[in-house]
């Protein structure tokens, strides 16, 4: 009796063991969703503002730390020399244009009867001169006139009849026309003139600058007054949207850190949580930047991320170091 006793209380005990053993596999850890905590840092885009023209600063808005929108005009140039340079393609381009004209509509009206009216002069000139060579030729056999008063008469004849044909190729002409080539040449001018416009209207709009996104002023490089290069910056402007993190992450980790997963980001300096998203997992692997913590060894090979902060605020600036959680607990510090 005591023997089988024993024997049911080390079933009981077993059965126990087994109860509380699968208890405790059940509050473990199942693979994959496990946070996975990286480490990296803000990247906030830059842009160098500067003209495209050459010149005199006349103008500046904002200073350093000011907060731009889209649009606001920022600095200007002295543009009166860019005004006279419009003023001077349009006198241009208003010339070639009645060039143009001018070829279009053709010879006017009195210019056709001018020709037609020489014409008639030349043919009046003609039948004189053949009267005057019929008569000089009836009289040339009798020794009336000399053969050398007929071969003037013959001359002045064919000075006539030459005179008439060239006063009916002009009046042909006038009525026909300029020719198409000259009009084609003076439509190739008209078009260069109004490139001139367009390019001088585009001279005087790049002396605004003007801000590209929403962004605060970094730095104010050149002050009022200052003569300035074609690209030479005047201002440096931090972009407020969008704001990335780069971080980076182990190849056993890879598969949980794809494209459009959603991820928080939390700084040493508040304690908010920002709301990110993957949206770049470089292809290419490359060794753990020295300026990255990670709990590998700095020769592990890793894959860079680029992590879209969507709620970022001015506690997220450049260079900031940031951790990076994705999984399941996200959401907490």
């Excluded at 053993?21 to 842009?47: A, F, H, M, S, T």
């Excluded at 600036?317 to 999984?327: A, L, N, S, W």
């Amino acid at each position: 009796m005591q023997h089988a006793k024993s024997l049911i209380w080390v079933a009981l005990g077993l059965a126990t063991s087994i109860a509380l053993g699968g208890d405790w596999l059940d509050r473990q850890p199942k693979p994959g969703n496990e946070n996975i905590v990286l480490y990296g840092n803000v990247d906030i885009r830059e842009v160098e503002l500067a003209f495209r023209q050459a010149g005199r600063l006349a103008t500046l808005a904002v200073e350093e730390g000011d907060a731009v929108e889209p649009g606001q005009g920022l600095a200007e140039l002295d543009a009166q020399p860019f005004r006279d340079a419009l003023a001077a393609a349009e006198a241009g381009e208003r010339q070639a244009r009645a060039e143009l004209e001018k070829l279009r509509r053709g010879y006017r009206p009195q210019e056709i009867a001018e020709a037609e009216q020489a014409v008639r002069q030349a043919e009046a000139a003609l039948e004189y001169a053949a009267g005057e060579l019929g008569r000089q030729g009836a009289v040339v056999g009798s020794g009336a006139t000399t053969r050398h008063s007929y071969d003037l008469a013959r001359s002045a004849r064919d000075q006539a009849a030459a005179q008439m044909a060239a006063a009916r190729a002009v009046w042909a002409m006038r009525k026909e026309g300029y020719r198409h080539e000259d009009i084609a040449i003076a439509e190739a001018k008209l078009a260069g003139a109004e490139a001139a416009v367009a390019q001088a209207k585009t001279a005087l709009a790049d002396t605004r600058l003007t801000a590209p996104a929403k962004a605060i002023v970094l730095a104010r490089v050149r002050e009022a007054g200052s003569m300035v290069n074609a690209s030479a910056p005047v201002y440096t402007l931090s972009l407020r949207d969008p704001v990335y993190v780069r971080a980076y992450v182990g190849e056993p980790q890879l598969g949980r850190a794809v494209p459009g997963t959603e991820v928080a980001v939390l700084s040493d300096s508040s304690g908010k949580v920002y709301r990110g998203r993957i949206g770049f997992v470089s292809p290419r692997a490359e060794f753990t930047p020295k300026s990255v913590e990670t709990t590998e060894l700095r020769t592990d090979l890793v894959y860079r991320l680029r992590i879209v902060v969507a709620n970022a605020d001015q506690g997220l600036r450049q260079g900031m170091p940031v951790t990076v959680r994705i999984g399941g607990g996200a959401e907490g510090r």
